[in-house]
């Protein structure tokens, strides 16, 4: 097995789903380390459980900076400083331009609360909700210049309570988010994810599932 992959994690709020990666990465289940979080928000709650655990944090405050392209360069030299061979969006709500996605592009994945290509952008519970959809979930992708396009690595459904609001809705899809992340970055650092145009193939998958399961890594 080659080195340990250097992560990145860019974060806007609570940060659960960095807790989650966290938790993977000291369980042995990710070859790989987190070397900084990163957000355009210093009271972003995550940052704490990051220092707490002794984990380099940067703000890149967005209010410091008069234009998008001039925060996002400053973000991106600012990530770029480590040399992540992987840069995770979790939970990071910000929509970045094609420079600096073109910066880490191929090395840069986002979770995105909806079963993609169905409720790109915000409110994707609501939405689902207002729809009457019997399935929602999860997707981590590729990240390129089309917010929410890139190839999809993974995918998680989870299906839709006649009794759900959009908190406990919200909630199912938030443990599927933990489980898909950790899916999606333990097979990037393994080296087992190839991209050609908008498909993503996993190398030395299990058996394609039968039901709208996950796939086992
Ligand atoms: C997640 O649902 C993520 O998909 C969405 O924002 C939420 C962030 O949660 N974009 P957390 O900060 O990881 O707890």
Redesign the pocket.
Same mark, same amino acid.
């Given at each position: 097995m080659g080195n340990a992959k250097k992560i990145s994690v860019l /974060?806007? =709020?609570? =940060?659960?789903?960095?807790e989650a990666l966290l938790e993977a990465i000291d369980a042995g289940r990710i070859h790989g380390r987190v070397v900084r979080v990163l957000s355009q928000r210093a009271d972003a709650a =995550?940052l704490r459980h990051a220092e707490k655990r002794g984990i380099l944090t940067t703000v890149v405050d967005v209010k410091a900076y008069p234009t998008r392209d001039a925060f996002d360069a400053a973000l991106g030299d600012a990530v770029a400083a480590d040399a992540p061979d992987l840069v995770v969006l979790? =939970?990071f709500?910000r929509v970045l331009g094609a420079a600096i996605v073109q910066r880490f592009a191929g090395r840069m994945i986002n /979770?995105?609360?909806a079963l993609l290509p169905s409720y790109p952008g915000l409110h994707t519970h609501q939405r689902a909700l207002a729809d009457g959809v019997k399935w929602h979930g999860?997707t981590v992708h590729f990240v390129t210049p089309e917010v929410d396009v890139g190839p999809f690595i993974g995918q998680s459904a989870v299906p839709v309570l006649p009794s759900d609001d959009e908190a406990t809705l919200?909630a199912r899809?938030?443990e599927a988010?933990h489980r898909l992340l950790e899916d999606a970055v333990r097979w990037f650092c393994a080296d087992r994810l190839s991209v050609e145009g908008q498909m993503v193939t996993l190398r030395d998958a299990l058996p394609a599932p039968v039901s709208c399961q996950q796939p086992q890594g």
């Open positions: /974060i806007s =709020g609570r =940060g659960s789903n960095l =995550g979790a =939970g709500m /979770i995105h609360p999860c919200a899809v938030l988010e």
